[in-house]
């Protein structure tokens, strides 16, 4: 069966990390203050990052409103994981590094104590209850999308996207 990519249709403007669209496959859902989106580096299954829409690098940047969305945000994607057959993390790590992108997201970790089967193959935590191990090459274009269409799916379900 070949894979439609159903690129979601994101202004350049809101996503301004990212101004040729090389990761637009990724996008989940933008809030006020946030964008959501799958990350390419799955350290673990359903690694994901949260994007700042404001212009800054440091989260002592970001006003109230966008330090309350944050926890919005988080409770809905760990919610939404949490929710289906697929992921169902044991615990998350959220990371703020900026050193390759000098513009503020946070790295969201999803956790296992046991492995886990999903999109044709094993997914091992091989360091919980340490650091995450981290990965310095993207996966295939074709995991992302099916990894976002999977969490699109579980929002959907939850009404957190129409």
């Known amino acids: 069966m070949a894979l439609v990519r159903q690129v979601p249709v994101v202004d350049p403007n809101i996503r301004h990390w990212d101004p040729k669209g090389r990761y637009a496959d990724s996008f989940i859902k933008c809030y006020e203050h946030w964008c959501l989106e799958v990350s390419y580096m799955q350290h673990t299954l359903g690694c994901f990052a949260l994007f700042s829409r404001h212009k800054v690098e440091r989260l002592s940047e970001l006003s109230g409103a966008a330090l309350a969305e944050l926890a919005d945000v988080n409770r809905e994607i760990e919610t939404a994981l949490g929710s289906g057959q697929t992921f169902q993390p044991d615990r998350y790590n959220y990371l703020q590094l900026g050193n390759v992108l ?61």
């Open 102 to 162: 000098h513009h503020l997201h946070i790295h969201g970790v999803p956790r296992y104590v046991a492995p886990r089967f999903a999109f044709g193959r094993e997914w091992k935590d091989n360091s919980f209850g340490a650091p995450p191990m981290w990965l310095s090459d993207d996966v295939e274009v074709e995991l992302v999308v099916s990894i976002r269409d999977e969490i699109i799916s579980l929002f959907k379900q939850l009404n957190y996207l129409d």
